[in-house]
């Protein structure tokens, strides 16, 4: 049997309220956090404070019926109705329910719920959050079958995610009409066929209101599809309005702004070389080239190389000789005579001369040899 945290009102006057101030809350396995009224007095509210995060997740055992948060009136089954002495439908208010979290996390099934199955009116979920993730077909709803519909309003400082078929709703599934839903969160995420429903079908279509900053998955839609939609319809009365703001996006930040000055583009043409100032230009013809791709290379339009080889060549032989030129053979000194005007000179024996001079004593007397 799953376990269960709550109060319930099975007579005329109202439920109590519920406070749960906690450091975490999981609730797994079909468990539930119920307030609720099942007569015609009034569901009680039920408040979460949890310091580090609330996870709601999975089923009972081998059954559809969700883990819950909830403030609810509710239609018990036959036999149970005549135990207790309760009507067939009640008629008492649903409850509020208010979350403050830094991490919410609604999966496989699990659900976050204000709820009015009789004729009552549905109540009012408030969730105040860092951020939400709601994957595996986790739902946040506001339901009403015959009263007015209940609201969701949602404050988020990070982001919410939906996933894998996830989705808000606030709807009516009778004659009453859709909730509404308000969400403001820097960034909205929906992927795999997750939604944000205000719908209704006897009665209008709820209002939802969306303040971000990026959506991303998510688009609206006049009736819901296979793809993630926003829609606020009626299926037969009047629909409801979906109100995206987004002020991230500039709607003029792609647009560019033209000169307001007409310039005339002649004026932007350089008009060429001035012939009276020594300058021109002349055409010698084609080359090698052809017309177009398809013409072949005519003999007369063979490329010719105007330049005057002579003076090439001559170049070319004067670099020649000059590379030629031998170096002048340096000899080394192998003596030294002092000069008619008493200078010292170093001298070398070449082949024009067969004797040198040499200093024979300190008096400067040459001695020759």
């Known amino acids: 049997m799953p376990s269960i945290l709550g109060g319930a009102n099975v007579g005329i006057g109202d ?54 948060i909830i403030s609810s009136a509710n239609i018990l089954d036959e036999s149970l109705q005549q135990f207790l002495g309760v009507p067939a439908i009640p008629s008492g208010d649903s409850g509020n329910v208010t979350i403050n979290t830094p991490v919410l996390k609604v ?24 951020s939400i993730l709601l994957n595996s077909k986790g739902e946040i709803t506001a339901s009403t079958q015959s009263g007015a519909g209940g609201n969701i309003d949602l404050q988020l400082k990070d982001g919410l995610i939906l996933r894998n078929q996830s989705f808000i709703s606030a709807e009516s599934g009778g004659t009453g009409n859709g909730g509404n839903i308000n969400i403001n969160s820097p960034v909205i995420a929906g992927l795999e066929n997750s939604d944000i429903i205000a719908n209704a079908v006897e009665g209008d279509g709820g209002n939802i209101n969306i303040n971000t900053q990026g959506l991303f998955g998510l688009q609206f839609q006049d009736k819901l599809t296979i793809q993630s939609d926003i829609t606020a319809s009626s299926e037969f009365g009047v629909n409801g309005t979906v109100e995206i703001n987004n002020p991230a996006i500039d709607p003029s930040s ?5 000169p307001s000055d007409v310039v005339d583009s002649s004026q932007k043409v350089a008009s060429g070389c001035s012939v009276n100032q020594s300058n021109s230009f002349t055409v010698v013809g084609k080359g090698g080239l052809a017309v177009n791709p398809q013409e072949a290379v005519a003999e007369v339009n063979a490329w010719n190389d105007l330049r005057d080889l002579n003076i090439t060549n001559r170049n070319q032989q004067r670099n020649i000789q000059v590379e030629n030129d031998s170096p002048k053979l340096i000899i080394e000194a192998t003596g030294w005579v002092v000069n008619k005007e008493g200078n010292i000179e170093f001298i070398a024996q070449s082949d ?11 008096k400067g007397e040459v001695e020759k040899i």
Request: charged content about 15%.
């Open 15 to 68: 439920a109590g309220n519920l406070t749960i101030n906690t450091r975490s809350l999981q609730i797994e396995d079909g468990a539930r956090v119920d307030s609720s009224t099942v007569n015609s007095g009034n569901a009680g509210s039920l408040t979460i404070n949890a310091q580090d995060f609330i996870e709601v997740s999975g089923t009972v055992p081998g059954s559809i019926n969700p883990s819950l």
């Open 107 to 130: 999966s496989d099934g699990g659900e976050i719920t204000v709820r009015n199955d009789g004729t009552g009116k549905g109540g009012i979920l408030n969730i105040n959050a860092n």
């Open 254 to 258: 792609s647009l560019t702004q033209l």
């Open 352 to 362: 024009n001369r067969d004797s040198w001079q040499k200093v024979s004593n300190c």
